[in-house]
Structures are given as C-alpha cells and as structure tokens.
C-alpha cells in the first residue's frame, strides 16, 4: 500500500513545520547558505549562542593526557551515572559555588545540559504535571516538557527581567511539579540576585507548606561563570532544599559540540538519593546510557580551569554601541553572551516580521516570540569583533527603511 502523505506523529510535524519553532537553528542554517552565497565577510550571523572563544589551553592539555590512556577497557561502558572520579570533581565544583558539601552520589554525568534536563523531567514530571517559568526563557524546554506530556506554565518576568515572585506564586498549584531558572539568563543576560533567589525559595516553601508537594527548583547554569562587573549567580542549595543543578561546559569552556555536563542534586533534599537514582535510571532508558566517556575524563581534570571572559564583555559594549547608533533599545545583560533587544516601535510587537527585514539585510537575530517574550529579538555577540563592527551601518539602514 502506498501512503499520501508522511506517517511521523502529529505533534512533531506540526511543532517541526510551525512559524517559531526552532527559530534559533533555523536562522543558523539560513546563513551557511547565505553565507555560501554572498560570501561570510557580508552575512552578520548574530543567530546561535555558539562560543567564539577557543577552549583554554588547560583544556587542550586534559584532552591529550587522556588520549594518551591506553589501559584495558578505558573506552568501555562505566555505570550509568558516570565514573566516580567525574561524579567526585562536579561535587568538588558544586560545594565551591553553592556553599555547602556535596558528595558525588548527588552527582549524574550526562549528555549536555539538555540531556541533563530531560533526564531530570522523565524523572519528575507525570502526565499532567506544570512546569513554571519566568520568561523570556530558552524556548527548548517547551519541548523538554512536552516529552513528558506536562505542560510549560509561562510567567512574565519583571521590567528588568529579574523574577516575578509574586506573578510566579499566583501560578503555582497541586499540578505544579518544578520551576526552572536560568541564571545569566537566556536571551536577557539577566542575573538573578540573592533578594530574587530567597524571595522565590520562600514562596515555593509557603506552597510546599500548603499542599504538601514541594516543586523542584531546576537551575539551568551553562552559563554561570560568563559574568560581568564584578557580579556574581547566587547559590540555591543554601535556601530551598527540593532543588537541582543542570548545567554543562559548553558555554564557558567553548565546547558545546562534545555533549558534556551533569545533574547535581541538593544533598538536603528530601529525596535526594531517589532523585538521583531515577535520573541514573532515566538516563539509561532514554538512550543516553552514560555520557561520553572521554569527556567525562576530560572535565574531571580541567573544570577549574581560569578562563578570560573579558573579550565577551568588550564585545557587548561593542554591540551596544552599534545598537545605540541604530535607534535599538535593549537591556544592558549582566553575563551570558546575549543582548535582548526592543524590536523598533513602528513594528508593533511583530518580532518575526523584524527579524524577516533585517534577514534582507543579511542580519541573522533570534525572534523574542521563540523565547516567549513577543515584540523583542535576541543577538548572540559571540562572534568575531569584525563581524560586530561591519553591521554598525547595516544595523542602522535596516531601522531607517522599512
């Protein structure tokens, strides 16, 4: 029997086909053809949060030390959360920034943060469950929800995109099973304050208290060490103990291509060794396994490794600049490598139609609709000063003709 039409599920091929849906890659692999067409030096590919930064040498001089094992099996399958050597030094990293002991039985090596995500939600999220989020918010996790047949409950953050705790608490409900922040955020560059982070722990105390289901507080932290001026991401672990770490070196040590990072579970949590022990088993029966082998070695030797994030901060006054020249408002970011931007006022809200017209003029931006926040546009500054320089006009042309 010949079939009309394509047999994939509802759902993907209608997420797959629809206007927003990944907007990001969509525009990243826009402008290779662009790219390929006009040549690199025209296109201003603003679109993916890809480091621009090479990886340390630290990291380099890890990688060739492991290469070097040659030991019966050092390419074979470990146990399921990870070799206890990688498991031991993200506990190490984690009692450093969050300020309290963490052991590496609280620990879960995985497939990038977004494996790590979605290793957690397979494990606490039933059919029907909420997951609260401040937005603009990285529009992934609409997905990572929706895998687990749960449903991503948006909340606009404040003006100056800090959190809303109030807006936040009015949400929450016996369905609510977890609330996710991203701190520096993801498109906002916002860090979240110790104020923010306290406030939010007391309200998800007071509605534990109430129903007697505590939500997990997932922090996503690929970027917490890209900060600027002095500031710093708060710990949680002190202040809420139902809550959980998932972050990956893909941002700070420039090497989001190798798929590594890791869950870190409160050790004060309630539950902690059940947690744990599920996402071990999540991450066996959704096909991860363990994560890579050879990377779990390489940032058990170089996660401590100093890097130089100064040239992200030069690179952000460089693009507020050109975005000043323009007429482009935008919130000044507070790490990350994002600037979140107004999308001009004679749009009327219409990101995509926006970043459609800076498209004729071979700028590559992120719609704000992507990441749940309409009528603003997202540029990803990890790219080459010159690339910034060049688009100061072209930036400027594109807000004067519409």
Same mark, same amino acid.
């Given at each position: 029997m010949w079939y009309t039409d394509t047999m994939i599920a509802n759902y993907i091929k209608e997420t797959m086909n629809s206007k927003g849906s990944s907007a990001i890659r969509k525009m990243f692999e826009e402008g290779i053809a662009l790219k390929a067409k006009y040549g690199s030096d025209k296109?201003?590919?603003? /679109?993916? =949060?890809?480091?621009?930064?090479? $990886?340390?040498?630290?990291?380099?001089? #890890?990688?060739?030390?492991? %290469?070097?094992?040659? /030991?019966? =099996?050092?390419?074979?399958?470990? $146990?399921?959360?990870?070799?206890?050597? #990688?498991?031991?030094?993200? %506990?190490?990293?984690?009692?450093?920034?969050?300020?309290?002991h963490v052991s590496g039985s609280s620990v879960v090596m995985s497939c990038g943060a977004a494996g790590a995500m979605n290793c957690l939600f397979?494990?606490?999220?039933?059919?029907?469950?909420?997951?609260?989020?401040?937005?603009?918010?990285?529009?992934?996790?609409?997905?990572?929800?929706?895998?687990?047949?749960?449903?991503?409950?948006?909340?606009?953050?404040?003006?100056?995109f800090s959190l809303d705790t109030a807006a936040i608490a009015a949400v929450l409900n016996?369905?609510?099973?977890?609330?996710?922040?991203?701190?520096?955020?993801?498109?906002?560059?916002?860090?979240?304050?110790?104020?923010?982070?306290?406030?939010?722990?007391d309200v998800l105390e007071v509605h534990g208290k109430k129903t007697g289901r505590y939500p997990y507080l997932i922090c996503d932290e690929p970027y917490r060490a890209i900060v600027f001026d002095g500031k710093k991401v708060a710990p949680v672990?002190?202040?809420?103990?139902?809550?959980?770490?998932?972050?990956?070196?893909?941002?700070?040590?420039?090497?989001?291509?190798?798929?590594?990072?890791?869950?870190?579970?409160?050790?004060?949590?309630?539950?902690?060794?059940?947690?744990v022990a599920a996402c071990i088993f999540t991450t066996r029966i959704l096909g991860y396994v363990n994560a890579p082998a050879f990377f779990q070695k390489v940032v058990a030797l170089s996660w401590n490794t100093v890097c130089d994030y100064s040239l992200y901060e030069k690179r952000c006054m460089?693009?507020?600049?050109?975005?000043?020249?323009?007429?482009?408002?935008?919130?000044?970011?507070?790490?990350?490598?994002?600037?979140?931007?107004?999308?001009?006022?004679?749009?009327k809200d219409d990101d995509m139609a926006f970043v459609n017209h800076l498209k004729d003029f071979l700028i590559l931006c992120a719609p704000g609709s992507g990441f749940g926040y309409r009528g603003w546009f997202r540029i990803a500054y990890c790219v080459s000063e010159k690339t910034i320089l060049d688009s100061k006009e072209i930036f400027y042309k594109a807000v004067q003709k519409k």
């Open positions: 296109v201003f590919d603003f /679109s993916l =949060g890809n480091p621009d930064l090479d $990886p340390p040498d630290a990291l380099f001089d #890890a990688i060739s030390k492991v %290469a070097q094992e040659r /030991s019966h =099996g050092c390419h074979g399958y470990m $146990p399921n959360a990870g070799y206890s050597q #990688a498991r031991d030094a993200m %506990a190490e990293k984690e009692t450093l920034e969050q300020g309290l397979k494990a606490v999220i039933n059919p029907g469950d909420e997951v609260v989020v401040p937005a603009p918010f990285f529009g992934e996790y609409r997905h990572y929800v929706h895998n687990q047949q749960g449903t991503l409950v948006e909340v606009p953050s404040r003006d100056d016996a369905k609510t099973a977890a609330v996710i922040i991203n701190s520096p955020n993801n498109p906002s560059g916002k860090v979240y304050s110790i104020e923010d982070i306290k406030a939010l722990a672990f002190p202040f809420y103990k139902s809550s959980v770490i998932v972050t990956s070196f893909a941002k700070n040590l420039s090497i989001p291509g190798e798929r590594i990072g890791y869950i870190c579970v409160n050790p004060a949590c309630p539950d902690c060794a059940e947690v460089e693009m507020m600049a050109v975005l000043d020249h323009a007429g482009i408002k935008y919130a000044k970011p507070e790490g990350a490598f994002y600037l979140f931007c107004k999308v001009p006022d004679e749009w």
